[in-house]
């Protein structure tokens, strides 16, 4: 066996069939056949039939300053995501996966650095213009180091960014209590993302109803009182005999008490003024309203006086779409920059002025008065459009969390409405930190299960993070195995649950029980993950490693392909006809971004 491997380690872990390790040529009586876990019975699906890239990640590195020194928290994490597919990101706490997720969005803050890699997101390098957002200085006799930032390329970055954020890549955050506001409701919060990233949507929906309302000679005019509400659906007539006869549907189906009817004719009567968002304002109106068909009926009626739009609304909707298409062409042009490296100062100084232009045409819908009641259209849709954003979430009061407050809400709710906050703007990559962390089996089914179903309909890419093996092994297609800051592992699920190659996941795989070896004893990892300031040299697992080699210490494996789209980081699989070169020393920053006169740690060269 190889230094530093003892009879009790070896007993416990057994590398799979078929290794061209030095281990097994050296010692072949004491190397055994895995037991094999039993791998998910879903199919794989071929390479030909995977989707396109749409987002990779290469050599990505960020860095934490600290006071004791340079966190190395990513060191080169190399990362593919195809449309239509979950990727699964697994590892022990501390291995850098969250710090992934941030680093992909552009989210990590301060002391983190992205430092250097490259992210392509649809043929855009999201990292582009970063080597000028920040230079690094080594401070004297200590291991700090001084990080100079230019705040005016970093607000340029975001302002890029921003056309990528929400509808491109969506994020869920592991804590949902520090990501959310306290001070704003549930639906201030959750409805300033949908009117951002689907605020055109939103507003084309409300001039169609409005336009077709106008088209059958409304129900409902902007004077009629409540009082005359039922007179006016006994005469209506004509073009709005379809809006009654729902109208009637469902104050029938709420007096019989039926809540899944009352639900259906709500939804109905939704479809025939061609305002969806009506369908659950009607049906929580009428849910708890007794048993009194008059107060029901005027209940409904109240609901669409909301349709027809007064000319001052219509000009103030027709302002806001302007200016939200001009965010949209200001967005294309900074995905532009990004895909093609320059910058186009004149195309995005046009567009400026002609959103400054725009603000200041539409001046008097400022005033306070104005404001309230043009506003009125839009507010009240967001609402209901967030409350059915919480319905999807399974949340049961939907109507009282909007108007609530995150406080009011415990970890659980929280976390649904995350997940409905991220899964509304229907991004393109959603990247997943322990979505079902804090919730119980059910909901983590049901969240799970409506996951899917956005894949399914959008051809969404989801970056599933969790320390669950169950959930990998349910719901994603290629997994990634993690431990400090770098990707041991990568390859299909079923692949992977079938043979595990690296010595950590199998040692992850042989921590969690076997239902069809219930007397089997779990094994654990010894040690824990290293402290990323100072990483052992080499192979950051060999201090863990039952099969560490005196190779394993020298240089850092490179990533092997063992079958397909499988590779492994380890020396274990390498041949020895292959030689490779040694690894230079580990740099807490980029030699490229060091100022040429700055003083750097020792050990590190001086780039030529």
Not at 147 to 155: D, E, H, L, Q, T
Not at 324 to 339: I, N, T, W, Y
Request: charged letters at 25%; hydrophobic letters at 40%.
């Amino acid at each position: 066996m190889a230094s530093g491997v003892t009879s009790q380690s070896s007993a416990r872990w057994r590398p799979v069939t078929g290794h061209r390790s030095r281990l097994a040529r050296r010692a072949p009586s004491r190397v055994q056949t895995a037991e094999r876990t039993v791998a998910p019975s879903r199919p794989i699906a071929s390479t030909q039939q995977r989707g396109e890239v749409v987002l990779d990640v290469q050599d990505l590195k960020t860095y934490f300053f600290t006071y004791d020194g340079v966190v190395r928290a990513l060191d080169g994490v190399n990362l593919t995501v195809r449309r239509g597919e979950t990727t699964g990101l697994v590892g022990e706490t501390g291995c850098g996966k969250s710090v992934t997720a941030f680093s992909i969005a552009r989210l990590v803050s301060e002391p983190g650095r992205v430092m250097s890699g490259k992210i392509t997101f649809r043929g855009a390098n999201l990292l582009w213009g970063l080597e000028k957002e920040a230079k690094y200085r080594r401070v004297a006799k200590s291991n700090r180091v001084k990080v100079s930032r230019s705040f005016r390329r970093i607000k340029a970055a975001n302002e890029r960014l921003a056309s990528v954020r929400g509808r491109g890549i969506a994020m869920i955050f592991q804590e949902p209590s520090a990501a959310m506001n306290p001070v704003f409701s549930i639906w201030d919060q959750v409805g300033e993302a949908l009117l951002l990233h689907r605020g055109i949507e939103i507003v084309d929906g409300l001039l169609a109803a409005d336009r077709a309302w106008g088209e059958s000679r409304g129900l409902l005019g902007s004077d009629v009182e409540y009082s005359s509400g039922a007179s006016e659906i006994a005469h209506a007539g004509g073009g709005h005999a379809a809006t009654t006869a729902a109208i009637a549907a469902l104050v029938h189906a709420a007096l019989a008490g039926d809540q899944l009817e009352t639900r259906a004719a709500a939804d109905r009567l939704g479809e025939t003024v061609s305002l969806p968002t009506l369908a659950p304002e009607a049906f929580y109106t009428v849910r708890n309203m007794g048993m009194d068909a008059e107060l029901l009926r005027r209940r409904v009626l109240r609901s669409l006086r909301r349709v027809p739009l007064t000319r001052m609304q219509r000009n103030y909707l027709r302002l806001r779409r302007r200016q939200m298409v001009l965010d949209a062409e200001l967005g294309q042009v900074s995905f532009r920059e990004m895909k093609t490296g320059k910058p186009f100062r004149f195309q995005r100084r046009a567009i400026q002025l002609r959103k400054l232009r725009s603000r200041l045409r539409g001046s008097y819908f400022r005033f306070w008065g104005i404001r309230r009641r043009v506003e009125r259209p839009l507010k009240e849709e967001t609402f209901w459009r967030v409350v059915q954003a919480l319905e999807g979430v399974r949340i049961a009061n939907p109507v009282q969390i909007a108007r609530g407050y995150p406080h009011e809400l415990s970890g659980g709710m929280l976390q649904r409405v995350m997940i409905s906050m991220a899964l509304s703007c229907e991004p393109e990559v959603l990247l997943a930190d322990e979505p079902t962390t804090a919730l119980d089996v059910t909901i983590q089914a049901q969240i799970l299960e409506l996951m899917r179903q956005l894949r399914e309909r959008v051809g969404t890419a989801i970056v599933l993070i969790t320390h669950d093996l169950g959930v990998v092994a349910e719901v994603c297609d290629h997994v990634n195995v993690m431990y400090a800051g770098l990707i041991v592992e990568s390859a299909p699920v079923g692949e992977l649950f079938r043979r595990p190659l690296h010595p950590y996941t199998q040692g992850l795989l042989g921590s969690i029980p076997r239902y069809d070896h219930p007397e089997k004893e779990l094994t654990s990892i010894p040690g824990s993950v290293p402290n990323l300031i100072s990483p052992p040299p080499g192979c950051r697992f060999h201090p863990r490693c039952p099969y560490a080699m005196p190779i394993c210490k020298e240089r850092r494996p490179e990533s092997l392909p063992q079958g397909e789209d499988h590779t492994v980081s380890c020396f274990l699989y390498e041949s020895p006809a292959e030689p490779a070169p040694a690894e230079p020393a580990a740099a807490p920053f980029e030699p490229s971004t060091v100022e040429p006169n700055a003083s750097l740690p020792r050990g590190v060269p001086r780039p030529v």
